[in-house]
């Protein structure tokens, strides 16, 4: 009994390729992890752009004319629908660190776009910058 | 004695062959279970984070329509928990769901936070984590009523 035991404290046969193994077992699964993570905290930071910007471009889509709406007319104000939709965005994009890039006005559409980047917690991919667009028009509930 | 079983029986006495893969196998196995296990945590938690995220986005969209405190909470906890339901993420002890708004009247601005405690994997003694996200909407200036 004492002899197997001896015998195998001195048997390294093996140990340089298990130690060897795991080591590079342990990296490539941190690697794996890292990248899960990191791309699972971009596709989050895109819907959160993406959701930023609808709500921006909507709240731009409210700001409707006043006179226009009276003769039964639904229609943004530009300069008002580009205003708020601006304000709206930057109130929203300094809640959730992203940044304003661009609101449009064309008649009753607003888009806008806002970015935001994401630094990765691993070092394996890149910062990223997502970007995200979205458009909203006024329009009668129903009619176009 | 020439039967096969046997010579293999006596081969085998004293013959440490393979037993550094025996070895092997014994760290190998369980550290590739592991390894799966925390790719399905990591898993788990981004899609838990990024459907928070959506949830906390449609709670506040539903929150806009109401007019009130009351109604609105009402509505956001609703849509977030239905939400969270459809795309299949478990909170612990349900969603948890903060509305506040800077006035209940057209123009003003509702936030909605939403709270997940998600699941953790009880094999790797990985806890639950809370992720949380908050998204904010206007609320709409013109509301047809009727049609």
Same mark, same amino acid.
């Given at each position: 009994?004492?002899?197997?035991?001896?015998?195998?404290?001195?048997?390294?046969?093996?140990?340089?390729?298990?130690?060897?193994?795991?080591?590079?077992?342990?990296?490539?699964?941190?690697?794996?992890?890292?990248?899960?993570?990191?791309?699972?905290?971009?596709?989050?930071?895109?819907?959160?752009?993406?959701?930023?910007?609808?709500? *921006? @471009?909507?709240?731009?889509?409210?700001?409707?004319? &006043?006179?226009? %709406?009276?003769?039964? /007319? +639904? !229609?943004?104000?530009?300069?008002?629908?580009?205003?708020?939709?601006? *304000? @709206?965005?930057?109130?929203?994009?300094?809640?959730? &660190?992203?940044? %304003?890039?661009?609101? /449009? +006005? !064309?008649?009753?559409?607003?888009?806008?776009?806002?970015?935001?980047?994401?630094?990765?917690?691993?070092?394996?991919?890149?910062?990223?910058?997502?970007?995200?667009?979205? /458009?909203?028009?006024?329009?009668?509930?129903?009619?176009? | 004695?020439?039967?096969?079983?046997?010579?293999?029986?006596?081969?085998?006495?004293?013959?440490?062959?393979?037993?550094?893969?025996?070895?092997?196998?014994?760290?190998?196995?369980?550290?590739?279970?592991?390894?799966?296990?925390?790719?399905?945590?990591?898993?788990?938690?981004?899609?838990?984070?990024?459907?928070?995220?959506?949830?906390?986005?449609?709670?506040?969209?539903?929150?806009?329509?109401?007019?009130?405190?009351?109604?609105?909470?009402?509505?956001?906890?609703?849509?977030?928990?239905?939400?969270?339901?459809?795309?299949?993420?478990?909170?612990?002890?349900?969603?948890?769901?903060?509305?506040?708004?800077?006035?209940?009247?057209?123009?003003?601005?509702?936030?909605?936070?939403?709270?997940?405690?998600?699941?953790?994997?009880?094999?790797?003694?990985?806890?639950?984590?809370?992720?949380?996200?908050?998204?904010?909407?206007?609320?709409?200036?013109?509301?047809?009523?009727?049609?």
């Amino acid at each position: 009994m004492g002899g197997a035991l001896q015998r195998l404290r001195e048997d390294d046969r093996g140990a340089g390729y298990l130690a060897a193994f795991i080591v590079l077992f342990s990296v490539l699964l941190l690697a794996g992890v890292g990248i899960l993570v990191d791309s699972a905290r971009i596709l989050a930071a895109d819907r959160e752009c993406s959701s930023i910007a609808m709500e *921006a @471009a909507r709240a731009g889509a409210n700001a409707l004319d &006043g006179d226009l %709406l009276r003769d039964g /007319t +639904v !229609s943004a104000n530009p300069a008002q629908a580009h205003a708020t939709a601006a *304000a @709206a965005a930057g109130a929203f994009v300094s809640h959730a &660190g992203g940044s %304003l890039q661009l609101v /449009t +006005v !064309s008649g009753s559409q607003v888009t806008v776009v806002v970015t935001a980047s994401v630094n990765p917690w691993f070092p394996l991919m890149g910062g990223r910058t997502v970007s995200k667009s979205a /458009t909203a028009t006024a329009e009668r509930d129903g009619a176009s | 004695m020439t039967c096969p079983p046997c010579r293999l029986g006596r081969r085998r006495r004293g013959d440490r062959r393979g037993s550094a893969d025996v070895a092997a196998l014994v760290v190998i196995v369980p550290l590739a279970f592991g390894a799966v296990l925390l790719f399905f945590y990591a898993g788990r938690q981004g899609t838990a984070r990024e459907e928070v995220t959506h949830a906390a986005a449609v709670a506040a969209r539903a929150a806009s329509m109401e007019r009130d405190a009351g109604s609105a909470h009402a509505a956001a906890a609703s849509a977030a928990s239905r939400t969270l339901t459809g795309s299949g993420t478990a909170c612990a002890g349900g969603p948890g769901v903060v509305v506040s708004a800077t006035e209940w009247a057209a123009g003003g601005v509702v936030t909605v936070s939403v709270t997940c405690r998600a699941e953790g994997v009880a094999e790797l003694g990985a806890p639950s984590r809370s992720l949380s996200a908050s998204a904010r909407a206007t609320i709409d200036q013109f509301v047809l009523y009727g049609g």
